[in-house]
Structure formats: structure tokens, C-alpha cells
């Protein structure tokens, strides 16, 4: 949907209607704008989601129905799970309905925020159908919260449409000229082994340019999509949260969490940590919790569990650290520029090297990523 000439018509209306229509009638034609855009790519799946919605919407609203939306929605991710399960495990040629999970994350998050009284108000009917299906956000944009998108544009309409504009111009960028045409092109300028290219019996210095290759790419990817849903939601009258900030500066692996798809991080905060913390009374579980919903939200296989071994691994490292020396004082090795550089050095390395688990998919056997990071460790040949 994103990039088709359908997506830029309905962005473009919007923008107009945003900018032009009186109040009262602005998000009543934003949500229909937004579903049309749906409907046009696949209208069954759309009527599905609509149907879902409205039960959520409903259920919430009554002051009983949040059990039963709670059920309902839970449904939903069991029928999330199987799609993903049925694209990835079967010669079948299923693909997941699009925005499918993306949805379901949504609908979990509205339901956790009812339950805590998270808002200053509900969203009308229209409001939450823009809100869920608004184009700026449905494909790849944050995982954005109704408190959070509810809040007012303070800019003037020129100001917001220009710096939603610029926003969409530098995502383009990213992803047209950065991810794919300067990466593919240094890297074969340079003989970077890239994760297409290599071998079946790679070398170490091989696994690590192609593990570095696969996290550049995909940061230029998501963060260009990124951008651009920012970009669309302000033309449309909303300003959505950040999703990335730098992260290749990072300088501690929970500092890159802070900077790295921070909604989902958020998300897994608000809808996996805190609950799980709540029955536990760890800090361990919930946060191994957290990255394994967070892995298998992105593909269902055990490379995806041992990613999410793999972080929890390098901030459990992190804390102990800092409980031991303490927070670093001024004046001190630890708070100069030589240790700032050190640290991010070491930072990026330790994400670096956990994009072995998705250097070929989610079917390829876990012990196979697991001989290629002691390749890279030099712990095997």
C-alpha cells in the first residue's frame, strides 16, 4: 500500500481536508478516507477489521465490557499467530493480511490504557477509526497511543504542512537513495559481504560485514518509513511519536532501547513488563518476556527467541555493571570522550552482532545462527 499511487492520492485529500473543512467534519472524512484506502487493497480483510474495531470500540466504552474486548482481541492475536505461523511454515502461498499484527498491537494497547483510565477523554467512533487506520501509520508507523495522538498540533497550518512535508522528503531519502542505492553501492564498491552474498561456509570478518550491512539497511529502511508516517500524520493534523532518535549513537544496550523502535520497546513496557512484573516480582522474567513478544512480532521461529536471549543477555551485563562502579562522576575515566566513544563502539558491536539471527530468516535452524556467532566470537572455525 505504501508507495502505490492510491496511498498518495488519499494522503493528498486528506491534506486538503485536514487543512480546509471545518472541525466538526474533519475526522469523519479522515476515517473514511483512511478505511477507503483498506477497502481498496483487500475488502475483505477490511470489512474483518472494521467489524473488530467497532467491538473493541464498543466494548471498551461500556463499563463491563472490557473483559469481553479483552477475549476479543486476544482472538484476534491467536488468528494473528496462525497467519504468521501459516505464511512461514507452509508451501501454501499465504501471505498475512496487511497491517494485520500492526492492528492487533493497537487494539491491545487501547484496551491496556481503558483499563488504567490512561486517557483525558475517549475518541468518538470516527476519531478511533482515523486513529486506526489513518495511512500515515497503518503500514510501518509507530505504534501509536490515542492519549499521545490526542494531544493538540501547536504549529500553525503552514508550519505543520511544510515540516510534515520536509519529514516525508527525508523518509524518501532513506529509503530510495540511502537503503537502496548508497548501501548496495559501497558495499560492492568496497567487497562488503552483504547477507545475500554469503558463502556457505563464511569467514568471521564475512559474518560481521553482513550482519553490520543487515542493521544499516533496515535502520535506514524502518526509520525512512518512519519518517514518513510522521510526515503524512502531520498533514492530517497529528503529530505521532518518534520512532527512532539516533540509535547508531547509542552508548549502553538500554540506552538503544530508548532509541531503537521505541514504540514497540514502549509497548512491550506497558502491555509485557509492567503485567508480568506485577505476578513475578523480577526483573529478569518480564524482561525476557518483553523481547520474546518482541522477536516473535516480527517472525515466528526459535532464531527469534535466542535475539531475544541475546538482549536480555547484554542488559543484564549493563545493569550489573552499573550497580557495581555506580553512575559515572565528573572528572572521572568513565564520564570522559574517550569512554563515551568506547562505549558506543561497544554497543553498536553487541547489536551488530545479534543480527546473525536474522541473517536468512526465520525457518533457518537456530543452532545454524548459533555456529555463525561463535564463528564470529572466535569460539569455532
Not at 169 to 197: C, F, N, Q, R, T
Not at 339 to 358: E, G
Request: hydrophobic share 55%.
Amino acid at each position: 500500500m505504501l508507495g502505490g499511487s492510491p496511498y498518495w492520492l488519499v494522503l493528498l485529500a486528506g491534506a486538503i481536508w485536514a487543512s480546509y473543512v471545518p472541525a466538526r467534519w474533519r475526522e469523519p472524512g479522515l476515517a473514511l478516507l483512511a478505511f477507503s484506502l483498506v477497502v481498496g487493497h483487500a475488502p475483505v480483510v477490511a470489512i474483518v477489521y472494521l467489524f473488530a474495531a467497532c467491538l473493541v470500540w464498543w466494548l471498551v466504552r461500556r463499563e463491563s465490557g472490557l473483559a469481553a474486548a479483552t477475549v476479543a482481541v486476544t482472538t484476534l492475536a491467536a488468528g494473528l499467530v496462525a497467519s504468521k505461523a501459516t505464511e512461514q511454515y507452509t508451501h501454501a502461498g499465504w501471505i498475512s493480511p496487511l497491517g494485520l499484527s500492526y492492528l492487533v498491537f493497537r487494539l491491545i494497547q487501547f484496551i491496556v490504557d481503558a483499563r488504567r483510565g490512561a486517557w483525558q477523554r475517549p475518541p468518538g467512533f470516527m476519531e478511533f477509526i482515523h486513529f486506526l487506520f489513518t495511512p500515515a501509520l497503518f503500514v510501518a508507523g509507530p505504534l501509536e497511543r490515542w492519549d499521545h495522538w490526542d494531544k493538540p498540533v501547536e504549529e500553525s497550518r503552514g508550519v505543520r504542512v511544510s515540516t510534515g512535508l520536509w519529514r516525508i522528503v527525508i523518509g524518501l531519502l532513506k529509503k530510495m537513495y540511502v537503503a537502496d542505492l548508497i548501501l548496495p553501492a559501497l558495499a560492492e564498491h568496497s567487497g562488503w559481504v552483504v547477507p545475500d552474498a554469503m558463502g556457505a561456509h563464511p569467514g568471521t570478518a564475512d559474518i560481521w560485514q553482513a550482519c553490520a550491512y543487515a542493521y544499516l539497511k533496515i535502520y535506514a529502511e524502518f526509520s525512512g518509513y518512519s519518517d514518513i508516517a510522521v510526515g503524512a500524520a502531520l498533514l492530517w493534523g497529528h503529530r505521532p511519536m518518534e520512532n527512532f532518535n539516533w540509535p547508531v549513537i547509542a552508548s549502553t544496550p538500554a540506552d538503544f532501547w530508548r532509541r531503537w523502535h521505541i514504540s514497540i520497546a514502549q509497548w512491550c513496557a506497558n502491555c509485557v513488563y509492567l503485567p508480568v512484573m506485577g505476578l513475578m516480582r523480577s526483573v529478569v522474567v518480564p524482561m525476557l518476556a518483553s523481547f520474546i513478544v518482541m522477536g516473535l512480532w516480527h517472525g515466528l521461529g526459535w532464531n527469534r527467541v535466542a535475539w531475544a536471549l541475546w538482549q536480555v543477555g547484554g542488559l543484564l551485563v549493563f545493569i550489573t555493571w552499573q550497580k557495581r562502579l555506580g553512575r559515572p562522576k565528573t572528572g572521572t575515566w568513565r564520564a570522559g570522550f574517550g569512554w563515551k566513544l568506547a562505549s558506543i563502539a561497544m554497543t553498536q558491536t553487541f547489536v551488530v552482532a545479534s543480527y546473525v539471527f536474522m541473517l536468512h530468516g526465520e525457518t533457518v535452524p537456530v543452532l545454524d545462527s548459533l555456529a555463525l556467532l561463535g564463528r564470529m566470537l572466535g569460539l569455532n572455525r
